[in-house]
């Protein structure tokens, strides 16, 4: 053991007169604790909530979306879909119809749903529509009777807000509606059958989309080709390159999106509340190095007379200024390791029995998750020592720089 680090560990004990000054490194080892807990904490609240949230987009969503700006479309929508589902990375690709409209069921008000035409056998290569289905099936949009109505898949909290279930009928009326010779497009009512609802788990997609075969698509909004193609990719943060890629290689007719463009208002929205927390909270570990300065230079104030005496017995400036800077380091460990294992250990437990409940019509997740970052952790140690560290400078420069003679004299 080191001559410098025996004496500041001697100094760190409380003896008699210095119990004082072993309270207040105590309370600053407690400050520099619970700013680093709470940052953690803080920290692990808003990844899982970005993790959460996008989890839930990226299945109801695919990873990046094209579209053909032409006047004409994608003149051959097979061809396509076969040329992007090839390029390196993709593993599927499905074309797919967007468009907006009201739902109405019976006896009920009419609700504003998005409509969304797809093909069901392509769509489950791009979003997790299987595992989402909890009525009914994706293949019925097709597999009807020649003289039977076409299906329609609701959102379950849509199908619970129109009051309709598998089998029922809703009406569905769309702007472009039906050509007529004197007024223009008039919305004409089509009545839909109910073959399926899906819960994405995602409160936007469940509460207000609907799902229609392509052809019904077609036929609502007039259009002839598909509005996009959507890949879904085999790691879902490649999206932000391969739309790079994309659009070098197709050009100026097309126009490629990833899901991070499509949610960007979402996704900017909670990366900025998480840098104003961590800000925020940091502040704490702040106020617990100013406890700090505050302890060392009491007890250099305290020491003064111990100190003067090592001065005359040998020990150098250096020697004595790393001894309270060893003390502040030591203050500044002790309240890092202990904050960092009680906000890991309350992370744990408020994920695993989902402490926190939200109500999913307003938060769109069900319960407040905590998702520990390895390199968020890290940060947070790292960053906490270091300002202990720096706030051990200035009392220690002061306590090597003390006149012993001068100190005696005073005693």
Request: net charge neutral.
């Amino acid at each position: 053991m080191s001559f410098e680090w025996f004496v500041a560990r001697r100094y760190l004990t409380a003896r008699r007169k210095q119990a004082f000054i072993s309270l207040i490194s105590g309370v600053s080892i407690l400050g520099v604790a619970v700013g680093v807990m709470a940052l953690i904490i803080a920290l692990a609240l808003m990844t899982g909530v970005q993790g959460e949230l996008r989890d839930r987009i990226v299945g109801a969503t695919a990873h990046v979306y094209v579209s053909n700006l032409s006047p004409d479309g994608f003149a051959n929508v097979d061809a396509e879909v076969k040329k992007l589902a090839a390029l390196p990375g993709v593993i599927g690709a499905a074309p797919a119809i967007l468009g907006a409209g009201m739902v109405t069921g019976a006896g009920t008000e009419a609700s504003f749903v998005k409509l969304k035409g797809i093909d069901p056998a392509r769509e489950r290569e791009v979003t997790d529509l299987d595992a989402s289905i909890r009525a009914g099936s994706a293949a019925a949009l097709l597999n009807r009777a020649e003289d039977a109505r076409a299906g329609i898949i609701l959102g379950d909290e849509l199908a619970t807000a129109l009051g309709v279930a598998v089998g029922d009928t809703v009406t569905v009326l769309t702007p472009e509606g039906t050509l007529t010779p004197f007024m223009g497009p008039m919305p004409r009512p089509v009545l839909l059958t109910v073959v399926g609802t899906f819960h994405f788990g995602f409160y936007e997609y469940d509460s207000s989309w609907a799902l229609v075969s392509l052809p019904e698509a077609e036929h609502l909004f007039r259009k002839n080709v598909p509005d996009l193609i959507q890949l879904r990719l085999g790691n879902m943060d490649d999206a932000s390159a391969m739309k790079k890629k994309l659009q070098a290689q197709l050009g100026a007719s097309y126009f490629v999106q990833d899901w991070a463009d499509v949610n960007k208002s979402l996704y900017s929205a909670l990366g900025l509340e998480k840098l104003a927390i961590s800000l925020t909270i940091g502040l704490i570990v702040m106020v617990a190095a100013l406890n700090i300065v505050a302890s060392l230079v009491l007890l250099v104030m305290e020491k003064s007379r111990d100190i003067a005496i090592l001065r005359t017995m040998g020990a150098r400036a250096g020697a004595i200024r790393r001894i309270f800077m060893y003390q502040g380091l030591t203050i500044g460990l002790v309240g890092t390791l202990s904050g960092a294992a009680l906000g890991l250990l309350v992370c744990y437990f408020a994920d695993r029995y989902r402490v926190i409940a939200l109500p999913a019509d307003v938060y769109q997740v069900t319960y407040l998750p905590f998702r520990v970052h390895a390199a968020d952790v890290m940060m947070v140690t790292l960053g906490a020592v270091a300002i202990c560290f720096v706030a051990t400078i200035y009392p220690a420069r002061q306590a090597g720089r003390l006149d012993p003679a001068e100190a005696l004299r005073n005693q």
